[in-house]
């Protein structure tokens, strides 16, 4: 199982960026895969997934609205699509799926 994230970096506020996890050696639409983040210092923190048995996407509050989940079955890639971007989200993401961690993408949102 590998996890190869990618898409990250510098973005202005109310900036948007598209996250891509691509997974190997399993099916990801078989399985629920999220979304987490790490800033220095501070636990990291989950931020959306997609469910496996229904397809659902769920979000922590803080990005409902602004971030936007979605699975290329074809491409055995996750995206995370970011909108209106505050530099609180600057952070490095990290998608997980059965139990396997990609190595990270650094976001910075920063005038």
């Known amino acids: 199982v590998q996890l190869q994230a990618s898409g990250g970096g510098l973005v202005q506020p109310g900036g948007s960026l598209r996250l891509s996890c691509a997974a190997s050696?399993?099916?990801?639409?078989?399985?629920?895969i999220g979304w987490f983040r790490q800033v220095p210092g501070k636990e990291r923190e989950w931020v959306s997934c997609?469910?496996?048995?229904?397809?659902?996407?769920y979000y922590e509050d803080f990005v409902k609205g602004r971030f936007t989940m979605s699975r290329d079955n074809a491409k055995n890639t996750v995206y995370l699509q970011m909108n209106s971007l505050k530099p609180e989200d600057t952070a490095t993401y990290y998608c997980r799926a059965l139990g396997s961690w990609g190595q990270g993408t650094q976001v910075t949102v920063s005038s």
């Open positions: 050696g399993f099916t990801l639409d078989n399985h629920a």
């Open positions: 997609i469910s496996s048995e229904d397809d659902n996407k």
